[in-house]
């Protein structure tokens, strides 16, 4: 089994955590403030995505698998704890209350619901992250092809801003199955490969950012992804690329600070992340439903029980995936 690396471990585990606050946070009436600053923690998926590129890239290079070993081995780790929630989701009639429910979970099932927008996010807003990852896969061999060089980043970053331009002329930038096709994502993703192939030459690599680099770069991207937040429009189309880069490098500050209470607690977190990440939304919704019906709790402790209630199903459902042999 290959050694994990740390920063990945916390990277995802961080990640995750932001996604997870971000749509609880939005959950509630809170201040436009609040709302755009909350926004700030989906860029989590940039970094996610940036991770999946590493990992992925790293584990071929370490131990190449055919295409069929691989899809194999993706549909375990990936489709099937997916589609359980699904079917589990199905189940809890106010989840749900849609007459098409039958064609919306075949969707997921056969993964249609990538090319149609009304089912892309039935089940949960968040799913439509597993569309986009399960194209990276489907695509891997030609990804291996095309990208497999020094240069593919820059490749990949034009194809991104490209497809990025064409989706904004055709006015789809706010319909997700064309935000979030993997062409949208595409830099990130070869960028992680870049990654996991220099950091295979040099290990070392890992710690050649320090404060000096990080901070001043995350305080201009930052920036920058909140001025393209305020003015909207066209900005805001071409965000992912301070967005993705300013909430990389604050992670790595926090993490190089080797707090380990911190960096414990998301390297461990990263463990349960996928799970996290399936079930945070039906839990969210299922504690809302039973809570607010007992007129007995304020907002901030709703908030708060199903912020933990979802990590501890989680961590449960990842326990139970063990006994499976799918995790």
Excluded at 123 to 137: E, H, K, N, P
Excluded at 153 to 177: C, E, H, P, Q
Excluded at 194 to 219: E, G, R
Aim: hydrophobic letters at 55%; aromatic letters at 18%; one cysteine or more.
């Amino acid at each position: 089994m290959l050694q994990r690396l740390e920063v990945i471990d916390f990277l995802r585990g961080f990640s995750i955590f932001t996604i997870v606050l971000m749509h609880l946070l939005q959950s509630f009436p809170i201040s436009p403030f609040l709302m755009a600053a909350s926004s700030f923690g989906g860029a989590g998926v940039h970094v996610f995505i940036l991770c999946s590129g590493f990992g992925l890239y790293l584990s071929y290079l370490n131990r190449p698998l055919t295409y069929i070993q691989f899809l194999k081995r993706r549909f375990l780790k990936v489709y099937l704890p997916y589609i359980i929630i699904i079917l589990i989701s199905a189940l809890i009639p106010f989840y749900n209350t849609s007459s098409d429910k039958l064609l919306q979970v075949l969707s997921h099932v056969f993964l249609f619901k990538m090319f149609f927008n009304d089912l892309e996010s039935s089940f949960g807003l968040q799913m439509w992250f597993v569309s986009t990852i399960i194209q990276f896969y489907l695509l891997w061999p030609l990804l291996l092809k095309l990208f497999n060089k020094s240069t593919g980043v820059i490749y990949a970053l034009l194809i991104s801003l490209l497809w990025t331009t064409i989706v904004a002329m055709l006015g789809k930038s706010d319909v997700r199955v064309w935000n979030s096709f993997f062409l949208q994502y595409l830099w990130e993703f070869v960028l992680g490969m870049y990654l996991a192939k220099c950091y295979k030459l040099n290990a070392k690599i890992v710690n050649s950012l320090n404060f000096n680099i990080l901070v001043p770069v995350c305080i201009i991207c930052v920036a920058l992804t909140g001025f393209a937040g305020i003015k909207g429009g066209i900005w805001k189309l071409y965000n992912d690329i301070p967005s993705m880069i300013g909430y990389l490098f604050a992670l790595l500050i926090i993490y190089k600070l080797h707090i380990k209470p911190i960096n414990g607690l998301f390297m461990f977190t990263n463990k349960i992340s996928y799970e996290w990440y399936l079930v945070h939304i039906l839990v969210f919704s299922c504690t809302f439903y039973y809570l607010y019906k007992l007129e007995t709790f304020s907002m901030v402790v709703i908030a708060v029980i199903s912020f933990i209630l979802s990590y501890v199903v989680a961590c449960l459902y990842h326990w139970i995936l063990g006994k499976m042999k799918v995790c």
